[in-house]
């Protein structure tokens, strides 16, 4: 028995038919009978579109709501990212500077100036 393959849609054609039968003067089952899909699809899609237009709209300006409009998860976007290296590399070098420090006041009191343990770091 052969399986009958689930039928997918484009975007632009769920666009063109959610957009269809939000007009008024055509009826859901004119634009079901027009495209040969179910009742029940046209109405999951202009809930799917309804639910998906605020965002549409959202504020722009606001690099977190930018974000989720281009489907990064919340802390995930580019800028997200680029200012979290950011943190890291300033704290590294903070790290290097103050590691770099200790080893010259070690050399100034008698120590060897070798590099230590991770262990033995004062910090």
């Not at 309804?50 to 709209?57: M, S, T």
Request: aromatic share 8%; proline share 6%; net charge positive.
């Amino acid at each position: 028995m052969a399986t009958k393959k689930r039928q997918q849609y484009t975007a632009e054609f769920k666009a063109k038919v959610v957009l269809e039968s939000l007009q008024r003067d055509t009826t859901i089952e004119a634009v079901r009978a027009k495209y040969g899909v179910s009742n029940s699809m046209i109405h999951r899609w202009r809930e799917e579109f309804n639910q998906n237009l605020p965002v549409l709209f959202g504020d722009k300006r606001n690099p977190k709501t930018k974000a989720q409009a281009q489907g990064y998860p919340p802390g995930e976007s580019p800028d997200d990212l680029k200012r979290i290296i950011g943190d890291l590399t300033v704290q590294n070098d903070i790290l290097k500077k103050c590691r770099g420090c200790w080893i010259a006041k070690r050399c100034r009191e008698g120590g060897t100036g070798e590099p230590l343990d991770s262990a033995q770091w004062p910090l």
